[in-house]
């Protein structure tokens, strides 16, 4: 089995930086996982697709209230992926999620697309 652990959340202020990484282990760990990323889910909403990187095209891509803000790396001998959030606003509060799949054939914005999930972590930013 594959299992995601993410950290790096906590309090920020309004306008303040975080940024969190995502660490893939376990014994059913493909050599590099093909796609990882990362969603949000604040009270009361949906899950938000936030940001994700493909390792076989070298693909990235980012959530429409992203706005240039964040920025999304990873390290594939490591198999971790990082995001760096900057300009954060109380409408980034919400539990982070990292997410990943071996698939080749995948919609990067699709939670439905994702095979492997983390407990997630809490990003709070106060006004």
């Known amino acids: 089995q594959v299992q995601l652990g993410e950290s790096g959340g906590g309090l920020v202020q309004d306008g303040g930086s975080l940024s969190l990484s995502c660490e893939a282990s376990?014994?059913?760990?493909?050599?590099?996982?093909?796609?990882m990323g990362w969603f949000r889910q604040a009270p009361g909403k949906e899950r938000e697709f936030v940001a994700a990187?493909?390792?076989?095209?070298?693909?990235?891509v980012y959530g429409d209230f992203v706005r240039g803000r964040f920025t999304i790396a990873r390290d594939n001998a490591k198999n971790t992926v990082y995001l760096r959030m900057n300009n954060l606003t109380p409408e980034d509060t919400a539990v982070y999620y990292c997410?990943?799949?071996?698939?080749?054939?995948?919609?990067?914005?699709?939670?439905?697309?994702?095979?492997?999930w983390g407990q997630g972590t809490q990003v709070t930013v106060s006004s």
């Open positions: 997410a990943a799949t071996d698939r080749t054939e995948s919609m990067l914005r699709r939670p439905q697309d994702y095979d492997y």
């Open positions: 376990g014994r059913a760990l493909p050599t590099y996982l093909n796609t």
């Open positions: 990187t493909r390792r076989t095209n070298g693909r990235t």
